[in-house]
């Protein structure tokens, strides 16, 4: 039976991946961002909000998952990030999520098998430089799924993938050359970078009935980045 689901972020890269996906004819799918997605439907409704603004979400009575994608890649040394970047960063990992989970929780309340799905990155397990002002936010969204699992269990479900690089317009510039892109998959066991339909495919796991026990965890989808040698 058909779904209703909430994606945050389907106008591109992974969100975009998981719409087409569940774009089949069953599910009823609400997609929010700044830009409108080319995914669309019958079965789709698109709203245009800014997770750095005031908005009010247009949901429907029963919602059974809400998917969170906005996220940065705000790299620099540590001495050149300031306040700013690192308020920004957690505004649009962190805050943005934790505004639309409040607004979702009423109707996520009215399902039988409620699912949040929240990204994090293989930069808050593993330490990388350049990365502390985005690990910091996303340490904070490990810190949130965890305890909005303990806190909303049994009625709502929450897990969180933790991607390492995937080819998306968000990694564009450390992906803008085939040199660059060699690089970065060599960096990984795998000896590949991921893909938008990688990550999709797990967060598509991780709403549906097959995840049914499974919730409070991280789910590293890395190519082996953040646990082997
Ligand atoms: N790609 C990677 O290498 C990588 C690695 C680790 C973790 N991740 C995480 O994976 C998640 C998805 O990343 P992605 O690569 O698919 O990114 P992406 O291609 O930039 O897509 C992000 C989506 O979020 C929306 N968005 C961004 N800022 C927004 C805002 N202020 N208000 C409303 N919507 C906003 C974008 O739409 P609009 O611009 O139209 O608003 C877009 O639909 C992110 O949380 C990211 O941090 C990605």
């Not at 997609?31 to 247009?58: C, H, M, W």
């Not at 998306?168 to 050359?177: D, K, Q």
Request: net charge negative.
């Amino acid at each position: 039976m058909g779904k209703n689901i909430l994606i945050v972020g389907a106008s591109s890269g992974i969100g975009a991946a998981l719409a087409s996906q569940l774009n089949d004819g069953t599910n009823h799918l609400y997609l929010a961002s700044r830009t409108e997605s080319d995914v669309t439907g019958p079965n789709i409704k698109y709203q245009k909000i800014d997770v750095l603004e005031d908005f009010q979400l247009e949901l429907p009575e029963q919602l059974d998952a809400v998917v969170y994608c906005p996220g940065s890649i705000n790299l620099k040394p540590f001495h050149r990030l300031n306040e700013e970047d690192f308020l920004t960063d957690f505004k649009v990992n962190h805050l943005g999520a934790v505004k639309v989970i409040q607004q979702a929780l009423k109707a996520l309340k009215k399902s039988e098998n409620a699912s949040i799905v929240l990204f994090s990155t293989v930069a808050v397990q593993t330490g990388l430089t350049f990365h502390s002002s985005v690990a910091s936010a996303k340490g904070a969204i490990e810190g949130l799924g965890k305890a909005l699992a303990a806190e909303l269990a049994p009625s709502i479900r929450v897990n969180v993938i933790a991607p390492s690089l995937t080819d998306t317009p968000l990694a564009e510039r450390l992906l803008s050359s085939e040199d660059k892109k060699k690089a970065n998959a060599d960096r990984h066991p795998l000896k590949s970078i991921g893909t938008a339909e990688d990550m999709a495919n797990t967060a598509r796991f991780l709403l549906g009935d097959d995840s049914r026990w499974m919730t409070g965890q991280v789910i590293s989808v890395d190519g082996g980045m953040g646990s082997l040698r």
